[in-house]
């Protein structure tokens, strides 16, 4: 195609203008992520590997493995990398320390990368971000990949008015992006939801008009599980043809799987999805070994990390990790019996906290969870305070938490502020109705979820 894009992998975007590729977005390409539980499950193109090499730019969203991906950056040395403003510049600082050349981003800023594609960036306070490609006049991709557009959907939408031809871009999924391999005190799993309260295709419906859409896809939703502790995982990842289903086709078009466009011809191209081996990898091919035990250099390594983070002394009691069958309890000080239990093995342990990315063993779900005294859930006292601010936003203290929170609201002003707002009170409604079913039984405790997520669609 002369101008135009295509997807594949799990969030990538290749972008065409005059016949060369002018942009990449989130290339996981190669290897095994979240200490290799996920893999990808359907094979490049020989034109998407070479387009890959030719590319002149390339955009990373956020810092998770499956988007800023260490394995892959290789092929793109020479190339120059776009990443948001993140609060804390995480990403930009760790990419010119590794030799790269990295550009970062100035919010509702366009650049014009090629005589006809220019994109516009918005990062938000959850570390992730928002990216527009403008192919021409008429064609915009809104790529919201992991994201929700936190404060920032306002200012987005005033752009997006101009075009005709709106490809709206989404992770939608059954919920293995997230921490699901949870346990109660006595050993029983707590069994994830069984898909969503509703089909997927309304939420791909809910997209189309929430952003003035012409057409969607699944994207960043391309991944399946791969190591053999994190096999249980497997049962609850989301088929592909369940993306679809109770689409409304009046509000636009669903594209079904990987597709490229060209503007000049307004043409879509399904693109044939050729499936990869699916293999299971022994844990021990990644380094761990779930009998080693911590050493007590690591015991105080574990203590300083989680000690450092302010807000989870306010909230918890205690953050114990099970290592080698032995506990190590970190005291916090805050409200009694309050805690968390992680177990996990020694080496990926230690190389999320030596690398500060505990979100990496959060999303790889072979590491168990069991909260303690009345914590129902990690959000939004946990992973959002490590990972998030913590960890990528470098906002520790109760102090550096006040002035990150500040930075991103004069940033994103009124649509912010709504913003805050309305996720707190999803999340107090939230509370409130599975505070009475908690202690129960794993499956009373599963139809109080269930129900809770079937009154708030």
């Known amino acids: 195609m002369n101008l135009g894009f295509e997807t594949c992998g799990n969030a990538t975007l290749i972008v065409y203008d005059d016949g060369i590729p002018v942009l990449v977005t989130d290339p996981w390409i190669k290897g095994a992520q ?14 998407q590997l070479d387009a890959f090499s030719s590319t002149t730019h390339v955009w990373v969203s956020h810092g998770h493995p ?19 403003r993140h609060h804390g510049g995480r990403i930009l600082r760790d990419l010119h320390d590794a030799g790269y050349h990295a550009h970062e981003l100035a919010d509702d800023c366009w650049l014009q990368i090629s005589p006809r594609v220019r994109i516009l960036c918005f990062a938000d306070w959850n570390q992730d971000a928002a990216l527009l490609v403008a192919l021409g006049e008429k064609c915009l991709i809104i790529n919201l990949n992991d994201g929700s557009a936190l404060g920032t959907r306002a200012k987005l939408l005033a752009r ?16 293995t992006a997230d921490m699901i391999n949870f346990f109660t005190e006595d050993g029983q799993r707590i069994q994830p939801l069984q898909g969503e309260s509703k089909p997927l295709g309304y939420a791909y419906t809910e997209l189309l008009k929430d952003w003035g859409g012409t057409h969607t896809a699944p994207f960043s939703c391309h991944h399946v599980f791969g190591r053999t502790d994190s096999r249980w995982a497997a049962d609850y990842e989301t088929p592909l043809e369940a993306h679809g289903n109770c689409f409304k086709r009046q509000r636009g078009t669903f594209i079904p799987g990987y597709f490229s466009y060209d503007v000049a011809a307004d043409r879509i191209t ?37 000690q450092k983070f302010g807000h989870l002394r306010q909230k918890f009691q205690f953050v114990n990790v099970r290592v080698g069958g032995r506990d190590h309890c970190v005291d916090l000080g805050g409200p009694k019996d309050r805690g968390i239990t992680f177990e996990a093995p020694r080496h990926s342990l230690m190389t999320a906290i030596q690398y500060e990315i505990f979100d990496d063993l959060l999303i790889g779900n072979f590491m168990k969870t069991v909260l303690h005294g009345g914590v129902r859930k990690l959000y939004p006292d946990f992973t959002p305070y490590v990972a998030k601010y913590g960890d990528n936003g470098r906002a520790f203290s109760v102090n550096e938490l006040h002035n990150y929170f500040r930075t991103y609201q004069k940033a994103s002003g009124l649509q912010g502020w709504l913003d805050h707002v309305r996720l707190d009170s999803s999340r107090k409604l939230r ?18 979820r269930q129900g809770y997520r079937r009154f708030i669609a």
């Open 431 to 448: 509370r409130k109705v599975l505070a009475r079913f908690h202690s129960a039984t794993p499956a009373l405790y599963r139809i109080a």
């Open 160 to 175: 997006v008015k101009p075009f005709k031809r709106r490809f709206v871009f989404k992770l939608f999924s059954y919920g």
């Open 66 to 84: 499956d988007h800023l991906n260490l394995d892959s950056l290789s092929t793109f040395r020479d190339k120059t990398l776009l990443v948001p």
């Open 270 to 306: 399904e693109t044939p999805m050729e499936e990869l081996p699916r293999v299971f990898r022994e844990p021990a091919e990644f380094g761990d070994n779930w009998s080693e035990p911590l050493e007590q250099e690591d015991v105080r390594s574990v203590r300083a990390y989680f």
């Open 34 to 47: 979240y200490f290799g539980s996920w893999v990808l499950p359907y094979r490049f193109t020989a034109q």
